[in-house]
């Protein structure tokens, strides 16, 4: 009976101090010197086209800089541009890891979804995107008409007419 009073005020103690820190938003530090040059590298070459070099220079930052959804987001625009959805899925995915908030992270990822032909989670990825926004949104916007106007995927084989008959001997 005598720890009771000890033990109830310590668990207190205790719940409170763990809690706190789960309200606190960490923020993302800023990114090296170096790894600020690299991204500029990239950006000035995807500015150019030439997006093999963008992506060099992105994945060289991402070396010096784990931590920056920036860079995740280039990363995963360049894989969109080079018709690599499931690539760029990955990507926009590291990036709400470290931002889960990033209405242009969701968007872009319902985007590469449609690009890949899964329709429902980009349907699914919209409903989280319109979640987030307290109001009217582009990029919730741009996203619903991009699914309004995305062709239903086959869901049966087509038959082929003209195909060579093989016979049995």
């Known amino acids: 009976m005598r720890f009771t009073p000890a033990s109830i005020l310590l668990a207190s103690a205790l719940a409170l101090s763990?809690?706190?820190?789960?309200?606190?938003q960490s923020a993302t530090p800023a990114p090296s010197p170096r790894a600020v040059e690299w991204m500029a590298k990239g950006k000035a070459a995807a500015d150019a086209g030439d997006l093999?070099?963008?992506?060099?220079?992105?994945?060289?930052?991402?070396?010096?800089?784990?931590?920056q959804p920036g860079i995740f987001m280039s990363l995963a625009k360049i894989a969109r541009a080079q018709k690599l959805p499931g690539k760029a899925i990955r990507y926009y995915?590291?990036?709400?890891?470290?931002?889960?908030?990033?209405?242009?992270?969701?968007?872009?990822?319902?985007?590469?979804?449609?690009?890949?032909?899964?329709?429902?989670?980009?349907?699914?990825?919209l409903?989280?995107?319109r979640l987030l926004c307290e109001t009217?949104?582009?990029?919730?916007?741009?996203?619903?008409s991009a699914i309004a106007t995305?062709?239903?995927?086959?869901?049966?084989a087509e038959a082929v007419t003209n195909a060579p008959k093989v016979e049995q001997q």
């Open 18 to 24: 763990a809690s706190s820190g789960f309200s606190q």
């Open 52 to 67: 093999t070099k963008a992506r060099d220079a992105y994945e060289t930052a991402l070396l010096l800089a784990p931590d």
């Open 93 to 125: 995915g590291r990036a709400l890891d470290l931002e889960p908030g990033n209405q242009a992270a969701l968007q872009g990822e319902g985007l590469a979804m449609l690009d890949k032909g899964a329709v429902e989670s980009a349907r699914e990825t």
């Open 127 to 129: 409903a989280k995107l």
């Open 136 to 144: 009217q949104c582009a990029s919730a916007d741009q996203l619903a």
């Open 150 to 156: 995305t062709k239903p995927p086959v869901t049966t």
